[in-house]
């Protein structure tokens, strides 16, 4: 069993509850646990940690012994993003420093040393990526599938109809830093999900605030990271109520995500 079950989706919504989960990229690495205690009572759902490992990405943040330290002063839930090469090799540990979640990169995933989505299809499960799904699973985490802006929606599909699946996470910045400009264009493959998968999960990453948020929005995101803009404002509290507000208003609207 898991810790904590994932939103789900209540009558007269088309998606899962609205949730928010700020970046502790943005936080003062010297001050995590005031500054992940200060997000909570300000009205954070989650704490969303970025793994860097300066090869998938050319960045280097914080693996798990900076999750088991923040365990011990936390009870939220913390939905883990590897942004890193051979995602297999940091289940275990992360299951014992008492993740939550668990999101690897589908490029990622194909199988040792992989970091492109060439080898997968859109019409078969490849067997790495089902082996790790179920890998986090046995290890009592949530599994989460990220996707890069130019990886298609339609290849994480089959992990998700078979049920292997808890999250999708769309990229909406390259990955590797906070901070970078939200890119539209990506947000039309959380509307491909949404639309065939009503139920789903669905997460979007980077360049998330309240002048970008409709557009997530209206695609059909029900779980949003946000880093600077929440970090960085004079008001957090409002700044997360203002991204909820958004999908909470597109999950009962009645239109189809788009
Ligand atoms: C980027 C990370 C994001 C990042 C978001 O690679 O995955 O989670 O912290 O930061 P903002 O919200 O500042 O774009
Ligand atoms: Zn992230």
Excluded at 10 to 33: C, E, K, N, V
Excluded at 83 to 90: A, F, H
Excluded at 131 to 148: E, P, Q, S, T, Y
């Amino acid at each position: 069993m898991t810790r904590v079950p994932m939103p789900k989706r209540s009558a007269g919504h088309d998606r899962p509850a609205a949730t928010i989960a700020p970046s502790i990229l943005s936080a003062d690495f010297a001050r995590l646990a005031e500054e992940c205690k200060r997000m909570v009572d300000l009205g954070a759902d989650w704490l969303h940690v970025d793994v860097m490992d300066g090869h998938f990405v050319p960045n280097l943040t914080i693996g798990a012994p900076v999750v088991a330290s923040l365990r011990k002063h936390t009870d939220a839930f913390l939905d883990c993003h590897l942004m890193v090469s051979n995602p297999e090799q940091w289940v275990k540990d992360f299951a014992k420093a008492g993740a939550d979640m668990y999101t690897f990169h589908l490029e990622a995933a194909a199988g040792p040393g992989a970091d492109d989505w060439h080898a997968l299809s859109p019409d078969a499960a490849h067997q790495a990526v089902v082996d790790l799904c179920r890998g986090i699973r046995a290890a009592h985490m949530h599994v989460g599938i990220a996707l890069k802006p130019s990886t298609p929606p339609e290849l994480v599909a089959p992990y998700v109809a078979e049920g292997l699946v808890d999250m999708v996470l769309v990229m909406t910045v390259e990955p590797g830093f906070g901070g970078q400009s939200f890119m539209p264009q990506a947000v039309a493959k959380a509307a491909f999900l949404r639309n065939k998968f009503p139920d789903l999960n669905i997460q979007v990453d980077g360049g998330l605030a309240p002048n970008t948020i409709d557009r997530a929005a209206e695609a059909g995101a029900n779980v949003i990271v946000a880093g600077s803009a929440v970090f960085g404002a004079a008001d957090p509290a409002a700044v997360m109520t203002t991204l909820k507000t958004s999908v909470s208003a597109a999950a009962s609207s009645g239109k189809p995500a788009h």
